[in-house]
């Protein structure tokens, strides 16, 4: 998921053009990935991500897309209004 909340899918192991900016290409690294749901607000650190190197935009693989839909479900189910969680793979 990026920041504007669009969901973009990647290969961790694959350098890609950047489709947002046309100009840089992806490297992996850790990003900040920030989830609402109506008064809800999950933000996970430390993601691994493949981020381009000249915008900074983010793409999550499937697999760890997956285990931050999964575990923002369950934060919000147990009443999380602001929950702030460090991401293990």
């Known amino acids: 998921m990026s920041r504007g909340g669009e969901v973009h899918l990647a290969c961790q192991e694959t350098v890609m053009d950047c489709v947002i900016c046309k100009h840089g290409q992806t490297s992996p690294g850790k990003v900040t990935v920030t989830l609402q749901r109506g008064e809800s607000l999950i933000i996970f ?6 981020v381009c190197e000249n915008c900074g935009e983010y793409y999550l693989s499937e697999a760890i897309t997956e285990k931050l839909l999964q575990r923002a479900e369950e934060a919000i189910k147990n009443g999380a209004k602001v929950e702030i969680l460090r991401f293990a793979a």
Request: no cysteine.
């Open 45 to 50: 650190k430390q993601v691994i991500a493949d």
